[in-house]
């Protein structure tokens, strides 16, 4: 009895820290919302409180501003299409690199994994360079392009710890039955790494949505904004406009919540599984 008072204790305890915890990372969520229907003067004179008067307004007018619709589809776009690239590329690349550890793929594979650690600012001016060079700036392929690079090492590490743990067996007795590898690697190799899918596209996705640095530095027509770059027009140099910025700020991150509430159980499946071996 006493064993199992200490336990409910316990458990109760953890309970009450996990709550705390969710109430804390809930808190910009509070503020980013009851100041998305506030005027701007009740904004900045009282940013905790209750709206006096709810302005949905704001909403409407911040739609408008960014033209959402078009900041939403070229949003898409660039997550969509580098997402699909990414999740092939690495795939099959971890593939050949797990199943043919020949010593140039043993290298490129350490320089992949070298290659994360490398702040993006210290290469943001021969990216520009390069960019400008193969007339790949102000360009949707271009940042596609760059995501895919960017993306890359980490989406390669991933799948190439899950590879790991695929059965060779199960290679084997597809081959004898007539495969050929392409035909392994996309009717059985590929169904068993769909936890790891999930999960990269999940990763990359919540990363390409929220990113800003990257399309300011290759986009500069309006009309190929992204919802960061579009929510951003509202901080100028010496005027912020917090009852336009906030509301659009709600808009583009809903999406991203959406997709992510659906999703979010695999990405503990996919990255455990992919970091039993290697």
């Given at each position: 009895?006493d064993v199992q008072s200490k336990y409910s204790?316990?458990?109760?305890?953890?309970?009450?820290?996990?709550?705390?915890?969710?109430?804390?990372?809930?808190?910009?969520?509070?503020?980013?919302?009851?100041?998305?229907?506030?005027?701007?003067?009740?904004?900045?004179?009282?940013?905790?409180?209750?709206?006096?008067?709810?302005?949905?307004?704001?909403?409407?007018?911040?739609?408008?501003?960014?033209?959402?619709?078009?900041?939403?589809?070229?949003?898409?776009?660039?997550?969509?299409?580098?997402?699909?690239?990414?999740?092939?590329?690495?795939?099959?690349?971890?593939?050949?690199?797990?199943?043919?550890?020949?010593?140039?793929?043993?290298?490129?594979?350490?320089?992949?994994?070298?290659?994360?650690?490398?702040?993006?600012?210290?290469?943001?001016?021969?990216?520009?360079?390069?960019?400008?060079?193969?007339?790949?700036?102000?360009?949707?392929?271009?940042?596609?392009?760059?995501?895919?690079?960017?993306?890359?090492?980490?989406?390669?590490?991933?799948?190439?710890?899950?590879?790991?743990?695929?059965?060779?067996?199960?290679?084997?007795?597809?081959?004898?039955?007539?495969?050929?590898?392409?035909?392994?690697?996309?009717?059985?190799?590929?169904?068993?790494?769909?936890?790891?899918f999930v999960t990269v596209i999940i990763l990359?996705?919540?990363?390409?949505?929220?990113?800003?640095?990257?399309?300011?530095?290759?986009?500069?027509?309006?009309?190929?904004?992204?919802?960061?770059?579009?929510?951003?027009?509202?901080?100028?140099?010496?005027?912020?406009?917090?009852?336009?910025?906030?509301?659009?700020?709600?808009?583009?991150?809903?999406?991203?919540?959406?997709?992510?509430?659906?999703?979010?159980?695999?990405?503990?499946?996919?990255?455990?599984?992919g970091s039993v071996k290697g």
């Amino acid at each position: 009895m006493d064993v199992q008072s200490k336990y409910s204790a316990r458990t109760l305890i953890l309970e009450i820290i996990v709550i705390l915890l969710g109430l804390v990372f809930l808190i910009p969520f509070y503020f980013l919302i009851i100041n998305s229907v506030k005027s701007f003067g009740d904004i900045l004179s009282n940013s905790a409180s209750w709206p006096q008067q709810f302005v949905w307004s704001n909403y409407v007018d911040a739609w408008k501003a960014i033209d959402f619709p078009s900041a939403l589809k070229n949003s898409l776009i660039v997550t969509i299409v580098s997402n699909l690239l990414l999740v092939l590329i690495s795939a099959m690349a971890a593939y050949q690199m797990v199943r043919h550890p020949s010593r140039f793929n043993r290298i490129l594979y350490f320089v992949l994994v070298a290659a994360m650690v490398i702040p993006f600012q210290s290469i943001m001016l021969p990216l520009m360079e390069m960019a400008s060079a193969y007339r790949l700036s102000n360009s949707m392929l271009g940042l596609i392009v760059s995501y895919l690079g960017f993306g890359a090492p980490l989406s390669i590490f991933l799948f190439h710890g899950f590879v790991k743990n695929v059965p060779l067996e199960i290679e084997q007795a597809a081959r004898v039955d007539g495969s050929n590898r392409y035909g392994v690697f996309f009717r059985i190799v590929c169904p068993l790494m769909m936890p790891m899918f999930v999960t990269v596209i999940i990763l990359n996705t919540l990363w390409i949505w929220n990113d800003y640095l990257l399309p300011s530095l290759m986009l500069s027509s309006p009309e190929m904004r992204t919802i960061p770059l579009a929510t951003y027009s509202f901080f100028g140099q010496y005027t912020k406009q917090w009852d336009m910025a906030l509301p659009a700020l709600v808009l583009g991150i809903t999406p991203i919540i959406i997709f992510f509430l659906f999703l979010q159980r695999y990405i503990i499946q996919g990255i455990t599984a992919g970091s039993v071996k290697g």
